[in-house]
């Protein structure tokens, strides 16, 4: 209820002395309590102020706290910013040197807040003096403070205490608690267009902005240059969070000229998210960088679900890691045929993983889990390097076989990719590069295809052919046939598979090979199950293919012996001999 009613954030305009039990929580409070009037002349002091510094009452009544207090602000009037900040907020917070009876001098932490009555005119000040040297004392000489120097907001030290504090008030009342980390979207922007002082007045504006939505038992700190979390104890709703979000995006002005922020928030509450300290803050964090990837000036709920998964799937990117660590990782290959004369042309390098627990595992395992990381330049480095070792091994046994390998678009388009691969060729240099054929997807060069003209002109120049693989499936398919350095375009599985039986599937086919035809492209076939495909595709001018009817993926020490009965498979010879349209 608390945070739905704005008022309850100020304080209430009754007087110290006017409510017995109100005269003895200011009596009783540890912390020392100034009670001020209109004109910043004190006129209450409670005990623990008189102990803190010495000064009784009669010592310091009807002067302002200017008499005790040196505040520590980096240009100009400290107690007039102080007061003009009350004026303009209602709130006040800084840090300050506060001086004894006896003339010593200690570091503190004043917040001050105004008092208004009905007709919002102030009629007095709340404030609250904090001794920081209590705290140095506390813990050894190399720890830092609690307190940030320039908000005087708790600390990440001090935050980590109190996220535990609450959470442990959390478990005795049943309520629920969020904390959500907030970050400045492109504050370091402020700094270079501006300056540092100039960065470090907008923290603090924007630092008391966020204290005007919090209740009196929330909390805000400062855990780094643009970085606060808060943590919120009740109604921590997505309203409130939307309410935030707009108070940030209020205009400031800065020399003259408004400046508009946005920020990133993520939230995680407990005890959906049932984690302890630490763990909660890491959660909010991993939230607020959805909400930058989201495209900013928004928040993130973390999703527990969601974090298992990704915990899941970091595991399984670090096993398929060492799985190429360990030599785990294998190179199958399926032939590639010319159906018109029966010749061998090639085969495709097909990955495999022989895991030494699930047995051998096909790409659709595996290849998902590292989509779109650097395991794939990774793995496509291993495949090249692999295709490359096996060209030798052919080479040495007087085989000339070319090999096609897949590359991603992630590896395709990494700025070495060129570089890489002339320093793979160059290790094997019995290899003629000719032998070597990339299979890009057609989409690949939908990401940038000028990288991608670019980096297969290099290529080219090494001697090294492209094919197009899965044609058809991209969105200009007719743009990338007349622009891409291509030597082969590969009709993709998907198509040919059902193009007896599907005539939309057919159509395709039919004009992927008669646009390939008019750009003089040669064409393949994948996905050639049955006799049947094969006719209709050498009807259609189609003469090359590969498919699980010509062979499936085989091991390379199968191979010789496949590629000794290929010739004797009478059915396949006589579809040669059959009359082509």
């Known amino acids: 209820m608390c945070r739905s009613m704005p008022e309850c954030t100020k304080p209430k305009s009754t007087s110290p002395s006017s409510d017995e039990a109100t005269a003895n929580v200011f009596a009783q409070a540890n912390e020392a309590l100034i009670i001020t009037d209109a004109d910043n002349r004190i006129t209450h002091v409670n005990p623990a102020f008189i102990e803190l510094t010495g000064l009784s009452l009669e010592d310091v009544y009807a002067t302002t706290p200017n008499a005790f207090l ?25 840090r300050v040197t506060y001086r004894r009876r006896d003339g010593e001098r200690y570091p503190g932490v004043m917040s001050v807040k105004g008092v208004r009555n009905a007709l919002g005119t102030l009629v007095r000040h709340v404030i609250v003096l904090a001794d920081l040297s209590l705290v140095s004392q506390m813990r050894p000489p190399s720890c830092d403070v609690d307190y940030d120097a320039l908000t005087g907001l708790p600390g990440l030290k001090l935050l980590t205490r109190l996220i535990q504090d609450a959470i442990e008030h959390a478990d005795r009342s049943g309520q629920a608690l969020a904390v959500c980390t907030l970050d400045i979207d492109f504050f370091s922007r402020v700094n270079e267009t501006f300056s540092r002082r100039v960065g470090d007045g907008l923290l603090t504006d924007f630092a008391r902005r966020i204290g005007q939505l919090l209740c009196d038992d929330d909390v805000l700190a400062r855990v780094g240059g643009d970085e606060f979390v808060l943590l919120v104890r009740q109604n921590a709703d997505e309203a409130f969070f939307q309410r935030l979000l707009a108070v940030i995006r209020k205009p400031l002005m800065v020399e003259g000229k408004r400046l508009y922020l946005s920020a990133s928030m993520g939230v995680t509450r407990y005890p959906a998210d049932k984690a302890q300290g630490d763990v909660l803050l890491r959660h909010a964090n991993q939230a607020m960088y959805r909400a930058k990837q989201r495209g900013r000036d928004s928040f993130h709920i973390f999703d527990s679900e969601h974090d298992r998964w990704l915990q899941v799937r970091n595991e399984q990117r670090q096993r398929f890691f060492d799985a190429l660590e360990n030599n785990e990782l294998r190179l199958h290959y399926q032939p590639q045929v010319d159906l018109q004369s029966g010749r061998v042309i090639g085969v495709e390098a097909l990955i495999r993983w022989q895991h030494p627990d699930r047995g051998l595992l096909s790409p659709a395992a595996f290849l998902p889990i590292i989509d779109g990381t650097l395991l794939e330049v990774d793995l496509g480095e291993w495949v090249l390097d692999a295709a490359l070792r096996q060209l030798a091994d052919w080479h040495q046994a007087n085989k000339a076989l070319a090999i096609s390998v897949n590359i991603s678009p992630t590896h ?164 040669t001999a059959a009359p082509v349209a």
């Not at 505040?71 to 917070?93: C, I, K, M, N, P």
């Not at 646009?515 to 009807?539: I, K, Q, Y």
């Open 412 to 575: 395709l388009l990494t700025q070495r990719f060129t570089e890489r691969l002339g320093e793979l060729l160059a290790r094997y240099p019995q290899v003629s590069p000719a032998l070597l054929k990339l299979e890009v997807l057609e989409s690949a060069a939908l990401h940038d295809i000028q990288t991608a003209l670019d980096t297969m002109a290099r290529c080219r120049a090494l001697g090294v052919s492209f094919a197009v693989d899965d044609f058809g499936t991209g969105f200009s398919s007719l743009t990338h046939l007349r622009k891409l350095p291509v030597n082969l375009i590969k009709v993709d599985q998907s198509f040919v598979r059902d193009m007896l039986v599907d005539p939309d599937d057919m159509a395709i086919v039919e004009s992927v090979i008669y646009m390939a035809n008019r750009f003089c492209h040669p064409m393949m076939a994948e996905g050639v199950e049955t006799l049947d495909h094969a006719r209709a595709l050498m009807s259609l001018g189609c003469m090359l293919a590969q498919g699980y009817g010509i062979a499936r993926p085989m091991p390379p020490e199968a191979l010789p012996e496949w590629l000794l009965q290929w010739p004797l498979r009478r059915e396949w010879r006589d579809i």
């Open 70 to 94: 040196l505040f520590s602000r980096d240009a100009g009037d400290g107690a007039a910013l102080v007061e003009d900040e009350v004026r303009r907020y209602g709130t006040s917070r800084c």
